[in-house]
């Protein structure tokens, strides 16, 4: 297996391990949520090159970043690798229409290919949209001039303040910079053939007066010339995430109510629906290789993504075994029961 232990990605991963997964490294890329590709039985694919991030948002569902508590692996896939299992993928479900969405469990600007990646996305045959989901702490005019000219056509970019003692606080990061960041912004909106989506994370009672200012802000620089100018995601508190103190989620209703009030206010769309503003359509999804409740044998093949979990491989796709103190040896031979399948992402338990 091979295992990075350069000091490259300290900065990204804190001192857990860093694995390089190659065609080499025998690990599939599909059956893990942490990396590699995710078909969930739509004409979107999702891609996640690399599982690291450089913020440690208060309130980040997978506990991501360098102060991470729960990971005890982060993962980087080779750009071969990915790319030729994505268009075996593109190929399966029909090469038309796709969407290549870079979205991942970190942010996907800690991977250091990926300008080529998204180059390569944009080269596959069928795929008619290139998007990417980043929280902008690693955007640069260069890197934009970049993933521009690469053929990015859409960027979902996460500004969850427009304050910058707040800002700072919710991204758990005392170098965070939300000036810097509304700057790259307003750089895509006024330069650049890539379509701008302003994504907050609405947080109740932390940032609630700043989401209608985040609002006017995305209007103001022109963003959503193609796709809507904003996607506000709703805090919702995940079991392995981190959840800010003090917090009541909103439900359902009191948050697309409360959408809807800005929709008029702003005259702008704010509730989203997949299909209508992004095209999104069933496909078919690939072969479900383990039904709910299969016994087998796997082999191991390193740490999983969060402590207690393994890494094993059966029928070519990743399986994460939890409740595992001990990492076995790569290549022991593990009796597994399969305990969830739900897109082909691959949780077992021993037996
Ligand atoms: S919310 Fe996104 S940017 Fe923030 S720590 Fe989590 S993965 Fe990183």
């Given at each position: 297996m091979n295992e990075l232990h350069s000091n490259k990605f300290r900065r990204f991963s804190g001192k857990r391990k860093v694995v390089y997964v190659t065609y080499d490294s025998g690990i599939p890329l599909i059956g893990c949520i942490a990396f590699g590709l995710i078909d969930r039985?739509?004409?979107?694919?999702?891609i996640r090159p690399t599982s690291m991030c450089p913020l440690n948002c208060i309130f980040c569902s997978t506990d991501a970043g360098p102060?991470?508590?729960?990971r005890q692996t982060e993962y980087i896939v080779e750009l071969e690798y990915l790319v030729d299992e994505f268009r075996r993928v593109v190929r399966y479900k029909g090469e038309y229409k796709i969407e290549a969405?870079?979205?991942?469990?970190?942010?996907?600007?800690?991977?250091?290919?990926i300008v080529d990646l998204v180059q390569e996305l944009k080269n596959t045959k069928g795929v008619e949209v290139v998007s990417m989901q980043t929280h902008g702490y690693l955007l640069s005019e260069k890197l934009?001039?970049?993933?521009?000219?690469?053929?990015?056509?859409?960027?979902?970019l996460s500004i969850d303040s427009l304050d910058p003692e707040l800002a700072r606080y919710l991204s758990g990061t005392p170098t965070y910079d939300v000036e810097k960041i509304m700057d790259m912004a307003m750089y895509i909106t006024e330069n650049k053939r890539i379509d701008l989506l302003i994504a907050p994370v609405w947080v109740p009672s932390i940032n609630d007066d700043e989401i209608p200012k985040i609002i006017e802000f995305?209007?103001?620089?022109?963003?959503?010339?193609?796709?809507?100018?904003?996607?506000?995601?709703?805090?919702?508190?995940?079991?392995?995430?981190?959840?800010?103190?003090?917090?009541?989620?909103?439900?359902?209703?009191?948050f697309y109510d409360k959408l809807r009030i800005w929709e008029r206010k702003y005259s702008t769309k704010l509730v989203l629906s997949l299909s209508e503003d992004f095209g999104l359509h069933k496909r078919k999804m690939l072969p479900i290789k383990y039904k709910i409740g299969e016994k087998t044998i796997v082999e191991t093949l390193t740490s999983g993504w969060q402590r207690g979990e393994v890494l094993t491989r059966g029928k070519g796709v990743s399986i994460t075994v939890v409740r595992m103190p001990v990492i076995p040896r790569k290549g022991t031979q593990l009796a597994i029961r399969i305990i969830r399948n739900k897109h082909n992402i691959y949780i077992a338990r021993t037996y």
């Open positions: 039985g739509t004409n979107t694919i999702q102060n991470s508590k729960r969405h870079i979205d991942t469990v970190g942010d996907p600007l800690t991977y250091p290919k934009i001039d970049d993933l521009d000219d690469a053929g990015l056509d859409r960027l979902n995305a209007l103001n620089i022109g963003a959503g010339k193609k796709w809507p100018a904003l996607g506000i995601q709703k805090y919702i508190p995940h079991k392995r995430g981190r959840k800010p103190k003090g917090v009541r989620p909103m439900t359902w209703k009191e």
